[in-house]
């Protein structure tokens, strides 16, 4: 009983938030309302037992891609207008493609419910792979059977990683090296620092 509130909770919370985000007139705010889906994701996930998939969803989905999504939507200069006269045009081609999109979908669930039934198990349900954890069972694999190939991909990371911050610290033909240099920012007098100015309409600016 409890889980299946808790399902038709997260359910409608996962479907209230992905209308919002295609709704929401304010870009930040429909980042906001997939940020509240993603987490509502995680918890349908953890209910069908799939808690690594939920771990995923929280540290990677919204810790850093709902988050870049974030700041670069408030970073981005975007023309409210231009937007919407974009949204009414296009409105008719969204509605095919997203009518294609639902007819997969239902001939992907039917599918599935159809393997699931020739396999012997009841309609819709998952077949249990093993009698542990999702997470022990994925831990498993990667260290067991994948061992060299997950220790080579995170050398290959950290590799990536060593050369970007090399580049980045590169010496450059000035001789700076894209640090700050703190004893030249205290050094600096009043008359050196850029002043904000606000001239009015016709008149220049004394550089």
């Known amino acids: 009983m409890i889980q299946t509130l808790a399902f038709y909770l997260f359910a409608v919370m996962v479907t209230a938030s992905a209308v919002m985000v295609i709704t929401a007139r304010n870009p930040v705010h429909s980042v906001l309302w997939l940020i509240l889906a993603f987490f509502n994701g995680a918890g349908l996930m953890v209910l069908v037992g799939a808690e690594f998939i939920a771990a995923l969803l929280v540290i990677v989905y ?33 509605i095919a493609i997203a009518l294609v999109l639902l007819v997969e979908l239902l001939v992907g669930i039917g599918a599935y419910k159809i393997g699931a039934l020739e396999l012997g198990t009841a309609s819709g349900a998952a077949a249990p792979i093993a009698d542990r954890a999702n997470i022990e069972s994925i831990g498993a694999v990667l260290y067991r059977d994948y061992l060299f190939l997950f220790e080579a991909a995170g050398i290959i990371l950290l590799v990536a990683m060593v050369g970007a911050i090399v580049l980045t610290h590169r010496q450059r033909p000035d001789g700076a090296r894209g640090q700050q240099d703190i004893s030249k920012q205290v050094r600096r007098r009043p008359e050196e620092a850029t002043v904000m100015k606000q001239p009015e309409i016709g008149q220049g600016v004394e550089l």
């Open 62 to 94: 919204v810790g850093a891609v709902a988050v870049l999504f974030l700041f670069v939507v408030m970073m981005l200069d975007i023309d409210f207008s231009e937007m919407r006269a974009g949204f009414v045009k296009n409105f008719p081609l969204g």
